[in-house]
């Protein structure tokens, strides 16, 4: 009897420390040319979304962060602030490149233990881009971190820039390499319609591990299936600027040009007078429409006065089945803005990400 209980006490004592790992980052460091100040923690979006700090002395400090229990692994960093008021932003180097060169980030994974040791260094201004006085850029010592930032820090800046033969090769490469990367799932999330659904599905089956039970696998598998089996019969009905609820293409025109965009996006608002000229061209021969993905209606209702656009218009809620349906059909992605010309097939002729210029967005139209 008293060895079951040990033995019931040691189970007990190794979960107990499990669940506490996974819901804590720690950060450890000792930078001797560091000031003595705040060393604030960042989440996601970066130093906007300062989430924790602690202080530092003589370089040293130790941040010790609390995660929900559920969280996944997020992307973090770290910016300092010294008793004079300079900010220092850092970045790190990693073991990855980007577009044949070093590639350093200022983000790294929260792993439950995370080290920085060692002095940093200051980064020379970007030329024709000086930065106030009180903040610097800098370059900290080599991190070291969990099996997520080490996952993160070796696996190319660029390795989702262009999607071909070879891309899909290296993805499948580093999948096998590191079965349990958050950091490769969330890319392959945000470039999901990039790759054909039996391509996802073979990625999925090369993840191993506790990732495979996580909120994101779910979804992207789920999603997943739903474009393994969907036919491409008709688009949902979206709410224009009249609040009524209408047909997204009028198939009287044999093209159709979709540019979906957010009023907060500033390219997608620079992009609009280069659509305004191509319309007056094109209105007779392509139909233009502009979904929105603003999630305050009043946001999307003021853009609209202030860019007095011609075209229809109307708004997707992202949290609907809706937006996931033209995810599907017209291959959205995260990345906004995103134009996609289509026939009435809903077969997709052209698209394009990114801020266009007109020659661009007629060039666009002009495929077949």
Request: glycine share 4%; proline share 3%.
């Amino acid at each position: 009897m008293k060895k079951t209980l040990a033995l019931f006490c040691i189970i007990f004592l190794i979960i107990s420390c499990k669940k506490t790992e996974q819901k804590q980052t720690t950060i450890n460091g000792n930078i001797p040319n560091l000031p003595d100040g705040t060393m604030y923690l960042w989440e996601e979006g970066g130093p906007v979304n300062t989430i924790d700090s602690t202080t530092t002395s003589n370089g040293k400090f130790k941040l010790t962060h609390q995660w929900d229990e559920n969280k996944e692994p997020v992307s973090i960093g770290v910016y300092h602030l010294d008793k004079k008021g300079v900010k220092r932003l850092f970045a790190f180097k990693t073991n990855a490149t980007y577009r044949n060169a070093g590639w350093g980030t200022s983000a790294f994974y929260s792993d439950s233990i995370i080290t920085i040791n060692g002095d940093l260094t200051y980064d020379e201004d970007i030329p024709g881009y000086k930065l106030s006085d009180n903040i610097k850029n800098v370059t900290g010592p080599p991190l070291k971190g969990g099996k997520q930032t080490e996952a993160y820090y070796d696996i190319n800046g660029d390795l989702f820039e262009k999607i071909d033969k070879k891309t899909i090769e290296a993805v499948a490469q580093k999948i096998i390499e590191y079965p349990n990367s958050y950091h490769l799932l969330y890319v392959i999330v945000q470039n999901k319609n990039n790759f054909t659904a039996q391509k996802i599905e073979e990625f999925l089956k090369l993840f191993k591990g506790e990732i495979t039970q996580s909120t994101s696998y779910k979804k992207l598998s789920a999603y997943n299936q739903k474009r393994l089996t969907s036919k491409k019969t008709s688009l949902p009905l979206l709410e224009n600027d009249k609040g009524l609820k209408t047909e997204i293409l009028d198939k009287k025109y044999k093209k159709h040009l979709v540019i979906f965009w957010p009023s907060w996006c500033r390219p997608c608002r620079a992009e609009i007078p280069s659509l305004k000229k191509t319309y007056a061209k094109e209105k007779d021969n392509v139909e233009f429409v502009s979904i929105s993905i603003d999630d305050d209606k009043t946001d999307w209702n003021k853009a609209l006065k202030a860019e007095n656009m011609e075209w229809k218009k109307l708004l997707v809620d992202r949290k609907d089945a809706a937006y996931e349906a033209l995810q599907i059909q017209l291959k959205l992605n995260s990345t906004i803005s995103y134009t996609v010309l289509i026939d009435n097939n809903l077969k997709i002729l052209a698209s394009s990400v990114g801020l266009s210029s007109e020659e661009e967005i007629v060039k666009l139209i002009q495929a077949k």
